[in-house]
């Protein structure tokens, strides 16, 4: 039987698809920010450590629904408590990279998705890349967007906390291990070039054509092996049954949760 949280879930979804198709036709006539084309991408590489679908407590900012929901608070904590004009913290919150690398372009243009109606749009790359070449090129777009927010811009990643993508003996052991990071999150002990790190990286909603795009980017920068890694081998993991390690199998909570 559907239970009364499912069905309102189900009213929602469809009060969406309305907002969304009027939405992206105003927004494809003013050139708004749309959520997939811009404003989700920042949500990934801004507020998913928090905000994400493993958060016991805090709303899935990586989900439209989610998001068109929340829609006002977003604006409130992301553009108003920043610039001092609401009684809550701004958000990104804390000390975390996330908050120090987010720029007053990036506040704004969450501001303007939510007052310009927060439409649903469409993907920025919504053509699959063809080959190789194609693949990084996304894939750079993607990784600057999202991953260099904690393994920077350089991948050299933080000392003692977020681990180097470049040089990086585990990356290049095997990429099978490094597509099922990108899946399925990544917790616990871990060990790169030699030193050890202990966080939490979420799991992100990105499709298989995003996560061989953004490996195929890092494989061939930084100073690593050049392999390439193609949506067809993200899907074949993506289908396995996946086990998380024991010591890894509850996911360490949010520092805000």
């Known amino acids: 039987m559907l ?17 969304a198709a009027a939405g992206t036709n105003l927004s494809a006539q003013t050139n708004a920010p749309t959520y997939l084309r811009d404003v989700k991408p920042l949500f990934l590489g801004k507020c998913s450590r ?13 989900d439209y629904a989610s ?36 720029t007053e372009a990036d506040r704004s243009l969450i501001r303007d998705w939510v007052v310009t109606g927060a439409a649903l749009g469409h993907p920025a790359n919504a053509t699959p890349a063809s080959n190789k070449a194609e693949r990084i090129q996304v894939g750079k777009g993607l990784f600057t ?3 260099a927010t904690c393994h ?4 050299q990643g933080v000392a003692g906390k977020y681990p180097p993508l470049a040089n990086s003996d585990y990356l290049n052991a095997d990429k099978t291990q490094a597509i099922r990071v990108l899946l399925h999150g990544k917790q616990g002990d871990l060990t790169v070039n030699g030193a050890k790190y202990n966080n939490n990286m979420p799991s992100f909603p990105l499709s ?6 953004a490996l195929t980017y890092t494989y061939n920068s930084f100073g690593n092996s050049g392999k390439e890694v193609t949506p067809a081998e ?21 520092q805000f949760e």
């Open 145 to 147: 967007t999202m991953c």
């Open 50 to 62: 928090c905000h994400n679908n493993d958060s016991a407590f805090l709303p899935n900012w990586s």
């Open 3 to 19: 239970n009364q949280k499912s069905f309102h879930r189900g009213l929602l979804l469809l009060a969406l698809a309305g907002v």
């Open 234 to 254: 993200v899907k074949a993991l993506r289908a396995e049954k996946y086990t998380p390690d024991a010591a890894a199998a509850k996911a360490a909570p949010s």
């Open 152 to 155: 920077q811009l350089a991948g």
């Open 67 to 102: 998001a068109y929901q929340n829609r006002l608070e977003i604006k409130r904590r992301v553009w108003d408590a920043w610039k001092g004009n609401y009684y809550k913290q701004s958000m990104p919150a804390g000390n975390c990279p996330e908050c120090q690398t987010i």
């Open 208 to 213: 298989d054509e995003d996560i061989a795009n």
